[in-house]
């Protein structure tokens, strides 16, 4: 089955710096890409996703790169705020969806 | 977006006995929702997935005969946890994924606590 892999587990970076994490898949027939943001005791929310026939999307200050080849994704958050301190998981899918372990962001004024 | 309600949101009940959860798309027809697992400080895990009419697809090591699925309707999944134990205490969110798209929508999750 599917294993989607994390990186980093947690990240600290000053506010008005960019974040970057890191996922690889291992199913090359996965084809939906999402990125969540989970704040503590809530659902997770989707920031942004991303499909296979597409190499980047951005949405503001949030963009997503996926290179099909190395089966990997990455999510690019810039000109970092304290409100975007939370927890980030990147899942892909096929027909249902496996999450990576997550990432810890703080964003320290 | 679609919304997606579950209930409930908390609940403690008492080791051995049966707990009951309830995921509902409340704009949209749901034809697969997902059951997932979250320990703290852990990722979500997918349980099972159900299509609605037919028997859930459970996951490795997921005992189907401890946790039942339901999806009667296009709109309605029910997971209930038998004979709870305090190692099953977790949070439980549902999904839903409607027919014409990838993207599935999260219900709020249920926070279960076993004594």
């Known amino acids: 089955g599917e294993n989607v892999e994390q990186h980093p587990s947690t990240l600290s970076v000053q506010e008005g710096d960019s974040a970057v994490i890191k996922c690889t898949y291992s199913?090359?027939?996965?084809?939906?890409f999402p990125w969540y943001k989970q704040e503590l005791g809530k659902r997770p929310q989707l920031i942004i996703d991303i499909r296979s026939n597409v190499g980047e999307k951005k949405d503001q200050r949030i963009a997503v790169t996926l290179n099909k080849t190395a089966k990997h994704f990455s999510l690019h958050i810039t000109e970092t705020q304290p409100e975007d301190s939370a927890v980030y998981f990147c899942a892909a899918s096929i027909h249902d969806m496996r999450f990576g372990a997550g990432t810890r962001l703080t964003v320290k004024p | 977006g679609a919304v997606v309600s579950q209930h409930p949101s908390r609940v403690i009940c008492k080791s051995g006995t049966s707990v009951k959860i309830e995921c509902r798309s409340l704009d949209f027809q749901a034809t697969t929702m997902f059951w997932y697992r979250q320990f703290p400080k852990q990722s979500l895990m997918l349980m099972a997935t159900s299509n609605e009419g037919s028997k859930a697809t459970y996951e490795q090591g997921v005992e189907k005969d401890k946790f039942l699925i339901n999806h009667a309707s296009l709109t309605l999944s029910t997971l209930t946890v038998t004979s709870a134990h305090p190692e099953d205490s977790s949070f439980y969110i549902c999904?839903?994924?409607?027919?014409?798209?990838?993207?599935?929508?999260f219900g709020p999750g249920t926070r279960l606590t076993v004594l």
């Open positions: 199913d090359s027939a996965s084809n939906y």
């Open positions: 999904s839903a994924r409607s027919l014409q798209g990838d993207e599935q929508f």
